[in-house]
């Protein structure tokens, strides 16, 4: 077997490399070159970069897509091109808006891996011939007894797995993730041993389609007079003030508000049929559980029977330590989660993700909670979100989660 687990020599595998132009894609293209593989690179073309040409640290457009190229040339592999601007708004930017004016808080990198990368690349990379796609994400695949595992990567600064939870057995069976057992640091280190071009190339920081973070400027521009004004509304009732639009808010958010004095108040749910923000104690945010939608199981060997509560630790977070819970499959392709003690700021449109251990047993996207009700004690200690606005942390791509092609 050779290093990506096929019984030929390297020379007669064909590996597409996906290349946003990144260090770790780039890295991930020459180790692979470096041992002998047939190595094709490929980049998506995802959006008109417009105004953010020349911007460092946005993948799939403008300087990025360059970037890609010169690495390829550099080492010595064909590179390629594809234009998936259409498919990429239709799948993911359109996804992203209807959920942030639906009340939602949307992680449109893990529905660009789910569609645009791991479906569309992955059936160009079978058409051109390829054994295996290969990618720049800090995740492992390791086999077990029944098949291709998808487990943590071993650098937990720069696990990636929460964003790779909707990845399917099938196409895990195709995807190969040569960085998964290194550090990040290691990654740099082996760019400037190589001379890639892009050995100190900064990690992005946003997601690839939102300059600086600013959500409702995005919506605004592409769908003019969709943020509809309404009321800020407390949960006993009483009417506090007015907003400009319920994008500009996330489930547990404390400051920008916009409404002075009284006692601190949180945003507690969006109401985006009536475009109200329905703010509220902190206690008013605790929750003891989550129901799942379109729930993608990757831990085919074990017992999850419908109805049957397995132990497992999960995450709603990228950015959040694993906290024990049970999971209960409750019906075709949903899901519901219950915690051992009230969690805080969960918001419908997130990704939930399984773990046990190190390994994903899958994961699906939140559309409910299930209030908690609180002891004294309990709310007088819990915590919650501080997120200034919708998308903060989660929404807000890194190199380290929002890149596919990283």
């Known amino acids: 077997m050779n290093s990506l687990g096929f019984d030929k020599p390297p020379a007669q595998t064909r590996v597409v490399v996906a290349m946003s132009g990144g260090v770790d894609s780039s890295v991930t293209a020459a180790l692979l070159k470096s041992q002998g593989y047939d190595v094709l690179g490929m980049t998506l073309q995802l959006y008109d970069d417009g105004a953010m040409r020349g911007r460092i640290g946005a993948c799939c457009a403008g300087q990025d897509i360059h970037d890609a190229r010169r690495v390829a040339d550099q080492i010595g592999v064909p590179h390629y091109v594809l234009d998936f601007e259409n498919r990429f708004r239709e799948t993911v930017i359109d996804d992203f808006i209807d959920s942030y004016l639906a009340g939602e808080t949307p992680i449109p990198c893990v529905r660009c891996n789910q569609t645009v990368k791991f479906r569309d690349l992955l059936t160009r990379a079978r058409d051109l011939g390829a054994d295996a796609l290969a990618t720049g994400h800090y995740v492992q695949r390791i086999m077990g007894k029944n098949g291709a595992e998808l487990h943590r990567g071993v650098d937990p600064k720069r696990d990636q797995s929460y964003f790779l939870f909707a990845t399917t057995a099938e196409q895990l069976d195709f995807l190969r993730f040569p960085l998964g057992d290194i550090a990040k640091d290691e990654t740099r280190r082996i760019a400037e041993q190589l001379g890639l071009t892009v050995a100190m190339k900064p990690d992005s920081q946003d997601i690839c389609f939102v300059p600086d973070g600013k959500y409702a400027a995005v919506i605004e521009k592409l769908r003019p007079g969709a943020a509809t004004p309404g009321d800020i509304v407390h949960v006993d009732g009483r009417k506090l003030g007015r907003h ?22 949180f945003v507690v749910r969006l109401d985006a049929d009536s475009a109200t923000v329905i703010v509220g104690p902190r206690e008013a945010l605790a929750i003891s559980g989550i129901s799942i939608r379109d729930l993608n199981w990757l831990g085919g060997d074990l017992d999850a029977g419908e109805g049957e509560a397995v132990p497992i630790s999960v995450q709603y977070r990228s950015t959040q330590v694993a906290i024990a819970g049970w999971l209960k499959i409750d019906g075709e392709r949903k899901a519901r989660i219950e915690f051992g003690a009230p969690e805080y700021g969960v918001s419908p449109g ?7 251990g190190n390994r994903v047993l899958g994961g699906g996207w939140i559309n409910g909670t299930d209030p908690a009700h609180l002891s004294t004690t309990e709310s007088a200690t819990g915590t919650s979100s501080d997120a200034g606005a919708r998308g903060e942390g989660d929404a807000a791509g890194s190199d380290k989660h929002s890149t596919a092609l990283a």
Request: proline share 3%.
């Open 244 to 265: 400009d639009g319920i994008v500009n808010f996330t489930i547990g958010q404390r400051r920008g508000i916009g409404i002075g004095g009284g006692d601190p108040v």
């Open 350 to 356: 997130q990704a939930c993700v399984f773990y046990q």
